[in-house]
């Protein structure tokens, strides 16, 4: 059973406007989260993280937030781009065997110029 | 330039006949791993390896084996690959410290077995 879901398997939005990803996860364990994006082709880069300690986390145009009590967190792309369209994953580990990374099954974002 | 190679990235083989898929990085990170990615289901981690000589198992690890006989090479052996391994494969490293840090990949294998 998967730890960590991702229940949109894709997500279309217009350039400009706001993307969010969600992301769900069971393991009440997990304290560190990751965002990671794939384009085709290519290997996933790292995007964003994000600790239990925190419930936000900014980079430029991404922001994390961690709600958890509801176990969700989810990704927020402001302005959205056509080059921001890709396959994004979540992923959670343990802080105490950081070793073992869990993913969710990815949501494939198109931004429509 | 930092980055971690796979070879090779397209593999067709036959059930049964053993292969080995080839991860190095450059980066002198002590923890690296293996990964496969199935539709639906994302990546699940194989194998990982805190540095060298110590490897432990993740999700998936059955019908592979790895080693860590270097720290900057973490080839993934199948030594009898059956159709249910056809995936894409991805090798990742990071640094290894007090926390978990963000991983660097592979570009990746797509191994079929017919």
């Known amino acids: 059973d998967q730890q960590v879901k991702q229940n949109s398997p894709s997500l279309s939005v217009q350039e400009g406007r706001i993307s969010i990803l969600n992301c769900d996860y069971t393991?009440?364990?997990?304290?560190?989260f990751l965002w990671y994006k794939k384009y085709p082709a290519e290997g996933p880069t790292f995007l964003i993280s994000i600790s239990s300690i925190k419930d936000k986390n900014e980079d430029g145009r991404f922001t994390v937030f961690l709600n958890k009590s509801a176990k969700h967190l989810s990704l927020h792309i402001v302005p959205s781009q056509p080059g921001d369209s890709a396959v994004y994953f979540c992923?959670?580990?343990?802080?105490?065997?950081?070793?073992?990374?869990?993913f969710g099954s990815g949501t494939k974002l198109n931004v429509k110029p | 330039e930092a980055q971690v190679t796979q070879n090779p990235r397209y593999l067709i083989t036959v059930t049964g006949k053993k292969l080995t898929v080839t991860c190095s990085q450059n980066?002198?990170?002590?923890?690296m791993s293996w990964y496969r990615q199935d539709p639906g289901l994302g990546l699940r981690q194989i194998y990982y390896?805190?540095?060298?000589?110590?490897?432990d198992k993740g999700d998936v690890p059955e019908g592979y084996k790895v080693s860590r006989k270097e720290k900057r090479n973490f080839p993934l052996i199948l030594e009898s690959p059956s159709p249910n391994q056809t995936s894409l494969y991805f090798c990742?490293?990071?640094?290894?410290?007090?926390?978990?840090?963000?991983?660097?990949f592979g570009q990746g294998t797509r191994l079929t077995v017919v």
């Open positions: 990742a490293s990071s640094l290894h410290g007090t926390g978990p840090t963000e991983a660097f």
């Open positions: 390896s805190m540095n060298v000589e110590v490897t």
């Open positions: 980066m002198n990170h002590e923890y």
């Open positions: 992923a959670a580990c343990i802080g105490y065997n950081f070793n073992k990374f869990y």
């Open positions: 393991n009440s364990m997990f304290d560190y």
